[in-house]
T-cell receptor
């Protein structure tokens, strides 16, 4: 699978603010997944959005997908200190190949 | 979401010894599992693809004789780091493919080789 590129590389906000991070990819996809990784921990699957979907919500998370621009965004509303983590996007296909990851966005939420 | 259990979460061993890390899919059958390695403040690097009942496929630059992978059942894959050296110290993460394109990850195993 292709690698997604997250932007920005780092983001620091105050608790209560919204955090937006973006992902770009190069070739067509079947789906795109967002993951969170707390320091020293595994990846937590946050949300999967399929190529025929434009927006998806899960709790305080909102993900958009624009296949014409080959980009996705992850919005975390009303952020909390516990949201501090690295966030990765992973474009996926219908095959059984591994996902590959970029450098991620390191989010720091200040209490 | 699907659950992948990885064990042990931390292991310290002496140089020259072998260490086995287990990866289990708890609520789904994972015919395919993947092993990644992560260095501090870096992204995940794919090491190998583990297919149930067949030999693993290794990424370029990954020594198959050093990193032995066994996927003997639909819910268990193991990674054995043989004759470990300090440079093998790293964070190893496994993942299971629950359906095409949808991966779920274990909590990772931190290996420290003294």
């Amino acid at each position: 699978s292709q690698q997604g590129e997250e932007d920005p590389q780092a983001l620091s906000i105050q608790e209560g603010e919204n955090a937006t991070m973006n992902c770009s990819y190069k070739t067509s996809i079947n789906n795109l997944q967002w993951y969170r990784q707390n320091s020293g921990r595994g990846l937590v699957h946050l949300i999967l959005i399929r190529s025929n979907e434009r927006e998806k919500h899960s709790g305080r998370l909102r993900v958009t997908l624009d296949t014409s621009k080959k980009s996705s965004s992850l919005l975390i509303t009303a952020s909390r200190a516990a949201d501090t983590a690295s966030y990765f996007c992973a474009p996926g296909d219908t095959g059984r190949r591994a996902l590959t990851f970029g450098s991620g966005t390191r989010l720091q939420v200040q209490p | 979401g699907a659950v992948v259990s990885q064990h042990p979460s931390r292991v310290i061993c002496k140089s020259g010894t072998s260490v086995k890390i287990e990866c289990r899919s708890l609520d789904f059958q994972a015919t395919t599992m993947f092993w990644y390695r992560q260095f501090p403040k870096k992204s995940l690097m794919l090491m190998a693809t583990s297919n149930e009942g067949s030999k693993a496929t290794y990424e370029q630059g990954v020594e198959k004789d050093k990193f032995l992978i066994n996927h003997a059942s639909l819910t268990l894959s193991t990674l054995t780091v043989t004759s470990a050296h300090p440079e093998d110290s790293s964070f190893y993460i496994c993942s299971g493919l629950s359906s095409p394109g949808e991966l779920f990850f274990g909590e990772g195993s931190r290996l420290t080789v003294l």
